[in-house]
């Protein structure tokens, strides 16, 4: 079975039989990795899925707010361009939400 390991220097995580001889994301030596409980492991396979949709809502908020401010520039007529204000502004709240809770898994260990 697989196992995870966590870089002590970086926060990377490893997965596999044996923590990598170098970071791959920092450069760190094989000894600066430390090998996830059974439970620790499973707080982050549990929330890889959400972490993910989190992620792609992100990603969406930002194609929405594009949208928005091109409808904005427009400026066909001021009910218009009142619309697409008041999505600019909900879509940044949505964004934020997202970006919070992705906060809350990384501080739980949820990575």
Known sequence: MKKLFKCSVCNYV???QDA?????????PKEKFVE??????????SSDRTNDIHMEVITLCDRIAKLCKEGIDLNLDPPCVDAFSKA???VWVIKQRSKAELEGH???GKW
């Open 14 to 16: 490893h997965e596999g």
């Open 36 to 45: 996830l409980s059974n439970e620790d492991a499973q707080k982050i396979y």
């Open 20 to 28: 990598p001889d170098v970071c791959p994301k920092c450069g760190a």
């Open 106 to 108: 990384m501080k739980k």
């Open 88 to 90: 600019l502004n909900e």
